[in-house]
């Protein structure tokens, strides 16, 4: 078992730390059971760096004997599309975790927001204003100034006369919008009399034309989280800031429950881009594959990419929960995975650039076979039979006309190991016209059954085979980053110039063993010396595909 790293900053984890006093006698919510959500905006599929957020909401509800909701956030009418929301909810319960029936829709509060919200205007804490949109900018001050509405201290009957007619739709869009009443010249300008209603009319996938107002996420949020009990509110750090109007909100309407909200650093990774709409335009534009193509960040793309939930989470435990934003190598999950595909994939063997290898003394027409382990990591995965004949296929790679140093594996004179079968001599090689090698000649010590010599002679080389009467065709999809670039996506990069053009190879005219026969997504495999690898949802029983998942050389290093 690699060892476990971790974050320092996430010492004790803060999260945890804020909860425990919380819930402690005395503390803010003594007695109650802690209530987190997961939030996802139902416009794209969910990556990586939800995962960490699904990580830690559920759990956190989980380590303190708490619950977590499953609530879509789809108070933004322009951009949701009901397909995302049910692959959302398959990638939440693929990795593992469970919102039993507290499934919701933000939208479904959209009443309650609009009472609160008049509720406000009644306290004299809201108002109707009527500035553009760039007339708002115009005037929203600067550190030394403070912003300025005119509108600010209508009566209280206007605004909430002005406010109904606003959702009766009696205004175009960009003519009034509600603004909550705090603080004009405050330092934190998500306090400056933020908007909290706008005019949008536009159909919500859900609501469909019930509404032409919307709330503003910084107001919306706050109430879905009251409404529902949350204890905890987790988040990532860019909310840091409006935190002070999370609590304004929750303070000054009649707040069934009041959640705290607790921020977290927001998981990056190298040469890869995580944020929706990039990772849209990349299907849009058909640069990838659609959604779940292989090398997205993307939980259905990890997924048919051969990840396992287990990975993810401990890939997720690992990273830790800090409050500095920091990019985590692409390594760092690819060592994560093969953690855990090295205790349970099943190995096989699979030639990958086939070449023939004649054994030339053996007996034409026979065959034998050997009994090998699944896993030797496994005992309980027990074992399975492979053939071998007089004619078998190896890796062009493991042959060269000529000794080079260093290099152990078929040239002429040279003993090597077919794993677990025999110990074999090249004698030589037939090439075609063009002088490429069509077949490698070989002779077995028949002394060497399961690959040991009994007169203790060193053999350095080990090669994997099949053998060439008994393997399947296979096509095989070998995987690089998506970007050429380590942070394809910073600072004023466009990043679709670092598509790397090479991230994905096809393999066609590999051999497999037979055992193979019959398997289906996602079951694993290690290809001896190859890596580990999977079977593609779109292999079939006379097209097998298998995508490699990642290769067995451990490229993290740790600093
Ligand atoms: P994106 O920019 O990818 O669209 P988002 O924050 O708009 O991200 P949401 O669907 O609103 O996506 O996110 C749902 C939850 O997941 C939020 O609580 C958000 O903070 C969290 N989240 C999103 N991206 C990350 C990330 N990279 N690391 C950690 N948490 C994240
Ligand atoms: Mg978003």
């Given at each position: ?57 559920f759990g956190m509800a989980e380590k303190f004997g708490g619950i977590c909701n499953l609530r879509m956030d789809d108070t933004n009418p322009t951009k949701e599309d009901v397909e995302y929301i049910d692959a959302i909810k398959e990638d939440i319960k693929w990795l593992g975790f469970d919102w039993e029936d507290r499934f919701y829709f933000a939208s479904e509060y959209f009443e309650q927001m609009y009472e609160y919200a008049v509720e406000l205007i009644k306290k004299g804490l809201a108002y109707v204003c009527q500035l553009t949109p760039e007339e708002m900018r115009a005037n929203r001050g600067d550190l030394t100034t403070p912003a300025t509405s005119p509108y600010r201290d209508r009566p209280i009957e206007e605004s909430l006369d002005l406010f109904q007619r606003m959702k009766n739709g009696e205004f175009d869009e960009g003519k009034m919008t509600l603004r909550a009443k705090i603080d004009l010249a405050s330092g934190n300008f998500s306090m400056r009399d933020p908007v909290i209603y706008r005019i949008n009319k536009i159909s919500h996938h859900r609501t469909g034309n019930d509404w032409c107002i919307y709330p503003m996420y910084d107001f919306a ?339």
């Amino acid at each position: 078992m690699a060892e476990i790293i971790k974050d320092e900053s996430t010492a004790g984890n803060f999260i945890e730390n804020f909860i425990t006093e919380d819930i402690a006698e005395g503390g803010k919510y003594e007695g109650k059971k802690v209530h987190t959500r997961f939030p996802p905006e139902p416009n794209g599929y969910l990556h990586i760096g939800h995962a960490k957020a699904i990580c830690i909401d559920f759990g956190m509800a989980e380590k303190f004997g708490g619950i977590c909701n499953l609530r879509m956030d789809d108070t933004n009418p322009t951009k949701e599309d009901v397909e995302y929301i049910d692959a959302i909810k398959e990638d939440i319960k693929w990795l593992g975790f469970d919102w039993e029936d507290r499934f919701y829709f933000a939208s479904e509060y959209f009443e309650q927001m609009y009472e609160y919200a008049v509720e406000l205007i009644k306290k004299g804490l809201a108002y109707v204003c009527q500035l553009t949109p760039e007339e708002m900018r115009a005037n929203r001050g600067d550190l030394t100034t403070p912003a300025t509405s005119p509108y600010r201290d209508r009566p209280i009957e206007e605004s909430l006369d002005l406010f109904q007619r606003m959702k009766n739709g009696e205004f175009d869009e960009g003519k009034m919008t509600l603004r909550a009443k705090i603080d004009l010249a405050s330092g934190n300008f998500s306090m400056r009399d933020p908007v909290i209603y706008r005019i949008n009319k536009i159909s919500h996938h859900r609501t469909g034309n019930d509404w032409c107002i919307y709330p503003m996420y910084d107001f919306a949020h706050p109430i879905e989280d009251a409404i529902e009990g949350i204890t905890h509110s987790l988040c990532t750090l860019e909310f840091e800031a409006h935190r002070p109007l999370y609590d304004w909100v929750i303070a000054n309407i009649t707040a069934p429950a009041k959640p705290r909200q607790i921020e977290f650093a927001r998981l990056g990774i190298n040469n890869t881009v995580m944020s929706k709409r990039r990772l849209r335009q990349l299907v849009e534009d058909g640069y990838v594959n659609g959604w779940d193509d292989p090398r997205m960040p993307t939980l259905c793309g990890l997924r048919r990419r051969g990840y396992t939930p287990a990975s993810i989470r401990n890939f997720c435990e690992r990273i830790g929960v800090s409050k500095t934003n920091s990019v985590v190598e692409y390594s760092f999950l690819e060592h994560c995975l093969r953690d855990d595909l090295n205790m349970n994939a099943q190995r096989v063997m699979c030639v990958l650039d086939p070449v023939k290898l004649v054994i030339t003394n053996y007996p034409e027409g026979k065959t034998e076979t050997f009994d090998v382990e699944n896993n030797p990591n496994k005992e309980e995965d027990g074992s399975r039979t492979i053939t071998f004949s007089r004619e078998l296929y190896i890796e062009a790679g493991d042959f060269l006309e000529e000794k080079v140093k260093g290099y152990n594996r078929f040239y002429p004179g040279n003993e090597v190991r077919l794993k677990s079968a025999y110990i074999v001599k090249c004698t030589g090689c037939k090439k075609d016209e063009n002088g490429k090698v069509v077949e490698v000649y070989a002779e077995y010590d028949p002394e060497t059954r399961g690959g040991d010599t009994p007169d203790g002679r060193k053999v350095r080389g080990t090669v994997h085979w099949v053998d060439a009467e008994n393997c399947l065709d296979a096509e095989v999809r070998l995987y690089d980053n998506l970007f050429t670039d380590p942070e394809p996506d910073v600072g004023d990069k466009n990043f679709i110039d670092f598509i790397n053009p090479d991230s994905l190879q096809i393999r066609k005219n590999c051999k497999i063993e037979k055992s193979v026969e019959g398997a289906q997504a996602p079951m694993h495999y290690q290809f001896m010396r190859l890596g580990y690898f999977c079977i593609d949802k779109d292999s079939t029983p006379d097209a097998l595909i298998f995508n490699r998942s990642v290769s067995l050389k451990d490229g993290f290093k740790k600093k």
